[in-house]
DNA sequence: ACACAAATGCAACTTTGTTGCAAAATAAAT
DNA sequence: ATTTATTTTGCAACAAAGTTGCATTTGTGT
């Protein structure tokens, strides 16, 4: 088992359970984004579909994962840096989602430019989703 | 009804139909974006379910209408400008979600601004969306 | 007015997401 | 280490969202 769950989940003050490390591990070891599907699919029938829902949900709240919006109504999730905590997420980083292989990337080192909206718009959040052909797909 | 309606449909090939002009002047008349469960309950029991999944679909592929992706699974559709034709859209503008209201605006004078991503991956399609307070919701 | 092609409505279905509650697992207290 | 309290899980039942095939209707071109 990969040595930051444990540490991941209680200092969030969420109990150690089987379905929490193993989602987690999921995360870990993939370095992409994964949907509920996704989950569903690598985890077999080991866990309730409710609870992968609800795992999810827990984790995005506590700053353990943070959902990137996509086009076709299939919300991905990725691993949040140390830096997000409950309620508070930093994930000002562009993602980029192939085309070919449908993975999706967080692109942590490449941050989300200012822009310059009219007068009167308050903005809390800004997501860039860049989509194309991946390194491994040219 | 719109003046543009029938000239838009006409210029894609598409078929006068009912639910078409009826659909596409919801779009022209509210300037905001739509999504499918705003034209059902906009449209009482006028058309079927189904009509409408596909001519928002078949909207989509002609461009006329663009999709705006969110973080919340509910994908949203505005009108595109007439430089979109069948397979080739040009919506390069940012796209704003209102927390407080729920409309989603197209921001139409605000360009997307290029980003530069590690060598290796070929962009296809950008999209900027912000999130925060509208302008009627300060 | 007619023939052909395209779009619609309906039904049946699949997939996705939600909720309440009893049972099981985890954490805290003794 | 046991017991108690709290949290999480699985199940069932449900609601909402999206898909597909096909007969009927509507629109287009002659
Ligand atoms: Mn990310
Ligand atoms: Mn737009
Ligand atoms: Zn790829
Ligand atoms: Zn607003």
Known sequence: MHPR???TLKRRQLSITDSRKKILELF??????LAHA???QHSGDEFDRVTIYRTLQTFVEKGILH???SADNSVKYALCKDACTEGHHHDNHVHFMCDACGITYCLDHVTVPAVQLPPGYQVHQLDLVASGTCIKCQ
Chains 1, 2 share one sequence.
Do not use: Q, Y
């Open 5 to 7: 769950i444990i540490d």
């Open 28 to 33: 870990l070891e993939r370095k992409a984004a």
């Open 38 to 40: 996704d989950i569903e």
């Open 67 to 69: 959902t990137i919006p």
